[in-house]
């Protein structure tokens, strides 16, 4: 019996290290918008609803989830994040005042020895996954490799179309990786023309390489809505003083609005990862 019990109470002490759970509120408003929280890998984020029907839904980096939808106040969505790096996340129908990003970085427990395996990571940050894109915009992400990063290609509805421009200053990535050199310029970005696509369903897809030949990659498919012609120059009139403005959410309807000498309909949507608002729909 004593041998059983100097057994037990050798093996107890490993499984009683739980990880962290973190509490945060999922309401329409309030502490729910622009949620950033840091944490250690195998840490939960624990998400109890407020008043409102919602849904809690990653949109771009590690991590992939999706809460479906609930109207229960008190409701309760937990995910437990198990590797390095940045996932964002929104509530669909309340994107503007409901979204955050959860940064996993690895145990900073200083017994813990260094991370020998290779990390190879690539996200597509925009254009962003099943959302509406117009006129001219951002293409946009990252990429990380223990091996260094030789290139990243960029393919749009299936083509090779060019190298982003890569190196770009992301301090947020080197948190979540302090332990890659160089994962503070990992950043990859260029202007990027959604109107050139026409209108419609496109898919964007990002591969990157490494210094070994190794390759990565994450797509995003997304609708173009455009105007009668791609491009607005300087001299067509964009003239609003005639036209009926309505603001609901994050959202704003311009009827009548005189672009070019024609008359639209527009309505705009905030986009957390702009920093400002987009038009999603041209009528």
Known sequence: ???????????????????????????????????????????????????????????????????????????????TFNQPGITSYQCDPHAGNMNGSITVTAST???????????????????????????????????????????????????YVYNAPYGGLRVDVEAAFPNIDG????????????????PGLHTVRAVAYDSLGNSTEQSSTFTVVVYDKNFI????????????VVASGDEIMINDASIGQRSYNLKLKWRTAEQGFEVIEIR
């Open 109 to 159: 427990d200083p017994t813990t020895p260094p991370i020998t395996e290779d990390t190879f990571q690539l996200s597509l940050g925009e254009p962003i996954n099943g959302q509406i894109h117009s006129g001219i915009g951002n293409l946009r992400g990252w990429a990380v490799s223990s091996n260094r990063i030789d290139r990243v290609e960029i393919f749009i509805d299936g083509k």
């Open 233 to 244: 120059n300087s001299n067509e009139v964009v003239d609003l003083s005639a036209s009926a």
């Open 1 to 79: 019996m004593k041998k059983i019990l100097v057994l037990l109470f050798t093996i107890l002490p490993l499984s009683v290290a739980a990880e962290t759970t973190h509490d945060l509120n999922w309401a329409n408003g309030g502490g729910s918008a622009n949620q950033r929280l840091t944490i250690d890998v195998g840490d939960t984020v624990r998400w109890t609803w407020g008043s409102g029907n919602h849904n809690l839904r990653s949109i771009s980096g590690i991590e992939n989830f999706n809460s479906g939808y609930s109207s229960d106040d008190g409701n309760v969505f937990s995910y």
């Open 183 to 198: 994962s503070v310029l990992s950043g990859y970005s260029l202007a990027f023309g959604y109107a050139d696509l026409g």
